[in-house]
């Protein structure tokens, strides 16, 4: 239905942000860790993590991401002994205060790295660029269409990494019922 009164290229969009959530909310389907390769593969358990990208031509593992992928060694012992780059990543990820999206783990910085802890230049309102989880910067809580964290005002919404465009957070029955939570809460006698 939506194909004969859409311009094809909106279907098309419509369709890579419905894969996109699909991979992002499956135990089982994998992206390329490539930047903006659009490759997903599905691992199965006891499977082995390794992709050799058919699109990209790159070799990863699909669990930590590291490539080319550690024949004969596993994440952890691999990570392990890598021990300088992850050390100094980490270094540099307090010192600058970027995060971790607590879906992937994926590193998140704020445009402005001098003030990533204050909501003066850029909300804690956040999308992962990699797996698109809604987070707040500030406590790292997952957010939905009907929880905030209260770390940033309700009104607040996202901005998508990948369009620019404004994603809005509450629903508008979430917002209804906060504002009357609110309404309940300033009315009632204190004690």
Not at 12 to 41: F, H, I
Not at 47 to 74: D, F, I, N, W
Not at 184 to 191: D, E, L, N, T
Request: aromatic share 4%; net charge positive.
């Amino acid at each position: 239905v939506l194909r004969a009164i859409l311009p094809a290229a909106i279907v098309e969009r419509l369709v890579q942000r419905s894969l996109e959530k699909a991979v992002g909310s499956s135990g089982d389907l994998w992206p390329c860790p490539t930047p903006d390769c659009p490759n997903r593969v599905a691992l199965e358990d006891g499977q082995t993590p390794r992709l050799e990208c058919h699109l990209c031509g790159a070799e990863h593992c699909l669990r930590c991401h590291a490539s080319p992928y550690h024949t004969g060694v596993g994440c952890t012992d691999r990570a392990g002994s890598a021990g300088e780059p992850a050390d100094e990543l980490l270094e540099w990820m307090e010192k600058t205060g970027s995060r971790q999206c607590p879906q992937c783990r994926m590193g998140v910085t704020k445009q402005d790295l001098n003030q990533q802890s204050t909501q003066r230049a850029e909300c804690h309102k956040m999308i992962c660029r990699n797996c698109s989880a809604k987070f707040c910067f500030k406590c790292l809580k997952q957010l939905t269409s009907d929880f905030s964290c209260g770390c940033t005002r309700n009104n607040h919404g996202f901005i998508d990494p990948k369009t620019g465009n404004f994603v809005a957070h509450l629903t508008e029955p979430s917002r209804r019922r906060r504002a009357e939570q609110r309404r309940v809460s300033m009315s009632s006698p204190k004690k």
